[in-house]
């Protein structure tokens, strides 16, 4: 089982930055946190960010790309999400996601969630 506990998210004004965390413990063997999807109010999840945990290419949304930095501790078995540039539509539950397969931008290919951590911007 792994375990994943996000921490990080507040509130912050349009303009401003946050950084987010997500543990990993448990039995992590290959199944690392992966990916950040966040979920606002009344509508669906939606993948923001993902890296390979053994390093390589990233990939973003389009909707932050630029503003958001995906990136992973492996000392600490963190996953780190740097937003830059915040603005009111990211306000959102986000939520750090681990998978056993292939990365993947559709939340039902993940296998482990954390229990996610709000982020307000407020205009």
């Known amino acids: 089982q792994v375990q994943l506990v996000e921490s990080g998210g507040g509130l912050v004004q349009a303009g401003g930055s946050l950084r987010l965390a997500c543990a990993a413990s448990?039995?992590?063997?290959?199944?690392?946190?992966q990916a950040w999807f966040r979920q606002a109010p009344g509508k669906e999840r939606e993948f923001v960010a993902s890296?390979?945990?053994?390093?390589?290419?990233?990939a973003y949304a389009a909707s932050v790309k630029g503003r958001f930095t995906i990136s992973t501790d492996h000392a600490k078995n963190t996953l780190c999400l740097q937003m830059n540039s915040l603005k009111p539509e990211d306000t959102a539950v986000y939520y750090c996601?681990?998978?056993?397969?292939?990365?993947?931008?559709?939340?039902?290919?993940?296998?482990?969630w954390g229990q996610g951590t709000q982020v307000t911007v407020s205009s």
């Open positions: 996601a681990a998978t056993k397969g292939a990365l993947s931008t559709y939340a039902r290919d993940y296998d482990y």
């Open positions: 448990g039995r992590t063997f290959n199944m690392y946190p």
């Open positions: 890296i390979p945990w053994s390093g390589g290419n990233t």
